[in-house]
């Protein structure tokens, strides 16, 4: 079955201090890996796709990483705008995502 | 260039009641996708549609709840006879393509919907 784990749950970090957030990921025929932020009370926004191991994509502090069984989300010298819900999806075979249940990240100021 | 537009933000109803949803997508984008969300929980797939067409329902709940996407005006997701389990964040996405490449999908603000 596809699957989607996203860890950890919640992450808090001081100002500054960089950290990752991890996907991993069990699907029949990967067709992408989506890395959207959510804000409290907003709809996701699109951050990344990542099509192949791999391969590297960065937005500002953000780098988003990709193997054959997980993704990482490196955010460097973190801001408190940082702060969010950041959610990992994966499309399979078919054309559907599947999405994990995000790691709400903290970032104190 | 406007984005996803969805409309109401917050709806309210009373058991029994029908609310009616509704997705504009991006311009240029002709492929919708509805998501519910319950409160520290994924998104759930519900729905996939093109224009006049329902592509994948496999997330729908069989009875009470539809979709349409008609040729002219916006997306509506309908539940009939709302429940208090039917309180949820309803999201609307959409994409330039359906398939392949390049068919990231960009979401609107979302419908809170509140059953009393």
């Known amino acids: 079955e596809d699957q989607v784990t996203q860890s950890p749950e919640a992450l808090r970090l001081q100002e500054g201090e960089s950290s990752s957030l991890n996907c991993s990921y069990t699907v029949s025929g990967l067709r992408g890996l989506f890395w959207y932020r959510q804000d409290p009370g907003k709809g996701p926004e699109f951050l990344f796709t990542?099509?192949?191991?791999?391969e590297e994509k960065e937005k500002e502090r953000l780098k988003a990483t990709l193997t054959k069984k997980e993704s990482f989300l490196h955010i460097t010298a973190p801001k408190p705008e940082d702060s969010a819900t950041y959610l990992c999806?994966?499309?399979?075979?078919?054309?559907?995502?599947?999405w994990g249940a995000g790691t709400k990240l903290i970032i104190k100021p | 260039n406007a984005g996803v537009m969805q409309n109401p933000r917050h709806l309210v109803r009373r058991r029994g009641q029908e609310a009616r949803l509704r997705c504009s997508p991006m311009?240029?984008?002709?492929?919708v996708y509805w998501y519910r969300q319950l409160p520290e929980e994924g998104l759930k797939f519900m729905v996939y549609l093109q224009k006049e067409n329902i592509i994948d329902e496999s997330g729908m709940p069989k009875e009470r709840f539809s979709a349409e996407f008609p040729k002219e005006g916006p997306s509506i997701l309908r539940i009939q006879q709302v429940v208090r389990g039917d309180s949820a964040a309803y999201f609307c996405?959409?994409?330039?393509?359906?398939?392949?490449?390049?068919?990231?999908?960009?979401f609107g603000p979302g419908t809170r919907l509140t059953v009393l």
């Open positions: 990542l099509y192949s191991a791999g």
């Open positions: 999806a994966v499309r399979d075979s078919n054309y559907q995502l599947i």
């Open positions: 996405a959409s994409s330039r393509y359906g398939t392949g490449l390049n068919n990231e999908q960009f």
């Open positions: 311009k240029g984008h002709s492929h």
